[in-house]
Nanobody
Framework: QVQLVESGGKLVQAGGSLRLSCAAS????????MGWFRQAPGKEREFVAA????????YHADSMKGRFTISRDNAKNTMYLQMNDLKPEDTAVYYC?????????????????WGQGTQVTVSS
């Protein structure tokens, strides 16, 4: 399995921006489909976005389209999530995850490797 470490989460005011990073190690990063999920207290883990191994294909949850953008740099073994116009309801722990194949990319149970999460808090 690939090892994943998220960073970039912090406290930000509503309307602000953040860029989260997910650094991978241990296996060939470009072999994996990568995804971002988030989990707020008392809620289920929620799909945010996914990106294919080549970065040519991306999917974003409908509620985040136009505000969040997933990307990856295979040369740096790193995935990113650019988050703009943040809202208090975006407050959650954000996790990056890796899997083989693009099927069921929004289903968290299909992912094999997970990071420890990074906290994003948006104040109103």
């Amino acid at each position: 399995q690939v090892q994943l470490v998220e960073s970039g989460g912090k406290l930000v005011q509503a309307g602000g921006s953040l860029r989260l990073s997910c650094a991978a190690s241990g296996h060939t990063f470009s072999n994996y489909v990568m995804g971002w999920f988030r989990q707020a207290p008392g809620k289920e883990r929620e799909f945010v976005a996914a990106v294919s191994w080549s970065a040519r294909t991306t999917y974003h949850a409908d509620s985040m389209k136009g505000r969040f953008t997933i990307s990856r740099d295979n040369a740096k073994n790193t995935m990113y999530l650019q988050m703009n116009d943040l809202k208090p309801e975006d407050t959650a722990v954000y996790y990056c995850a890796a899997k083989f194949g693009f099927r069921r990319y929004s289903d968290y149970s299909q992912y094999d490797s997970w990071g420890q999460g990074t906290q994003v808090t948006v104040s109103s």
